[in-house]
T-cell receptor, first 110, second 110 residues
Framework: QKEVEQDPGPLSVPEGAIVSLNCTYSNSAFQYFMWYRQYSRKGPELLMY????GNKEDGRFTAQVDKSSKYISLFIRDSQPSDSATYLCLFSGGYNKLIFGAGTRLAVHP | NAGVTQTPKFQVLKTGQSMTLQCAQD?????MYWYRQDPGMGLRLIYYSASEGTTDKGEVPNGYNVSRLNKREFSLRLESAAPSQTSVYFCASSGGNEQFFGPGTRLTVL
């Protein structure tokens, strides 16, 4: 079993839709959970960072962590064409325990 | 602030050639990282430096060496490039648990 699983997509939605992106993990040592957005041919940029179970909201983005189920989600409300990118989850358990998901490609069409 | 910068942006090597990828950050972060990104595999940690003067192996260190030249700079060296090292290389820095990425170097080994 992989330590981190992320559906690669692609996910195609109409503008204005609510998008749900998910990652599961198996290692209880992970303490910090991050979501990155990566546009084509660019470096990843940090969107959300959490370390506790529950929800964290930032504008149109909500990060959800369920440590008991080992599951994290990123919700995007009122999705825009500019949200079209690859979304990566990152799990951190320390300096040498940094595992990325493979990324989910999202396309939001007008 | 430039954030994290990487040079070069693109490079083509022949098998057996050597080269050094450069990375610098101006955020006064203690920790720096090198990742490679391959299609369908997300980002994988090659080496990291928790602080100036220290370096450690990540998930995929074989074929690479690193130098933490000072607090700002962290270089990645390929001594004898192989086609399997064709990838996009990202440098990142961190002052806590969040990581900030550079724009990447696209390396092709023929």
């Amino acid at each position: 079993q992989k330590e981190v699983e992320q559906d690669p997509g692609p996910l195609s939605v109409p503008e204005g839709a609510i998008v749900s992106l998910n990652c599961t993990y198996s290692n209880s040592a992970f303490q910090y959970f991050m979501w990155y957005r990566q546009y084509s041919r660019k470096g990843p940029e940090l969107l959300m960072y959490t370390y506790s179970s529950g929800n964290k909201e930032d504008g149109r983005f909500t990060a959800q962590v369920d440590k008991s189920s080992k599951y994290i989600s990123l919700f995007i409300r009122d999705s825009q064409p500019s949200d079209s990118a690859t979304y990566l989850c990152l799990f951190s358990g320390g300096y040498n325990k940094l595992i990325f998901g493979a990324g989910t490609r999202l396309a939001v069409h007008p | 602030n430039a954030g994290v910068t990487q040079t070069p942006k693109f490079q083509v090597l022949k098998t057996g050639q050597s080269m050094t990828l450069q990375c610098a950050q101006d955020m006064n972060h203690n920790s720096m990282y090198w990742y490679r990104q391959d299609p369908g595999m997300g980002l994988r940690l090659i080496y990291y430096s928790a602080s100036e003067g220290t370096t450690d192996k990540g998930e995929v260190p074989n074929g690479y060496n690193v130098s933490r030249l000072n607090k700002r700079e962290f270089s990645l060296r390929l001594e004898s490039a192989a086609p399997s090292q064709t990838s996009v290389y990202f440098c990142a820095s961190s002052g806590g648990n969040e990581q900030f990425f550079g724009p990447g170097t696209r390396l092709t080994v023929l």
